[in-house]
């Protein structure tokens, strides 16, 4: 199968910092990539899908201006927590995807922590 | 919108029982039913998915089946291990977008 990373694997901040995720497709090119926010014992929760080239999607509830998503080249997509907060701190995963397999694969998660 | 139920939360069965968790779907338009092992703090893994034009699918002790009409698949584990404990999830997308809609995961534990 395909292969996506991510970095970094965790971080913790302070409050009102910014913090940057990136998540990469190491062997395939993806045109289209997810992120996605995971509570503890919860479900994944998709936050936005990031189309290269174009603006992301944004699901509802998801505040664009707080989480901002570039996808600059087929294989880079980056996630930027502005002025993060504690509430913020979750486990976030980014899944891109596959147009070889037809499915989507999923980088290894960051825990963020705002303290 | 597509809404995913899944049940149980949480599912004990004795090593070398069988595991059954349904979900339901609801949107008639989704075609692709794809199912994930999540073992805590790592990244969701793909274990089997079934496609709408199939109504069942088998890997070794991992089968899926799907009833469109009544919009539910199920996902069946055989001789379970203690390997197998792990919160489990299934999903539901349209392939056009190829977005997830995702349950909301069921811990499944073996007992030794």
């Known amino acids: 199968g395909a292969v996506v990373s991510q970095h970094p694997s965790w971080v913790i901040c302070k409050s009102g910092t910014s913090v940057k995720i990136e998540c990469r497709s190491l062997d395939f090119q993806a045109t289209t990539m997810f992120w996605y926010r995971q509570f503890p014992k919860q479900s994944l929760m998709l936050m936005a899908t990031s189309n290269e080239g174009s603006k992301a999607t944004y699901e509802q509830g998801v505040e664009k201006d707080k989480f901002l998503i570039n996808h600059a080249s087929l294989t880079l997509s980056t996630l930027t927590v502005t002025s993060a907060h504690p509430e913020d701190s979750s486990f976030y995963i980014c899944?891109?995807?596959?147009?070889?397999?037809?499915?989507?694969?999923f980088g290894p998660g960051t825990r963020l922590t705002v303290l | 919108g597509e809404n995913v139920e899944q049940h149980p939360s949480t599912l004990s069965v004795q090593e070398g029982d069988s595991a059954v968790i349904k979900c339901t779907y609801s949107d008639s338009a989704s075609n692709y039913f794809p199912w994930y092992k999540q073992e805590l703090g790592k990244r969701p893994q793909l274990i089997i998915d079934i496609r709408s034009n199939v109504g069942e699918k088998k890997d070794q002790r991992i089968a899926v089946t799907l009833n469109k009409t009544a919009k539910h698949f199920s996902l069946h584990i055989t001789e379970t291990q203690p390997e197998d404990s792990a919160v489990y999830f299934c999903a539901a997308s349209i392939r056009s977008n190829y977005q997830l809609i995702w349950g909301a995961g069921t811990k499944l534990i073996i007992k030794p």
């Open positions: 899944s891109a995807r596959d147009l070889r397999y037809n499915e989507q694969f």
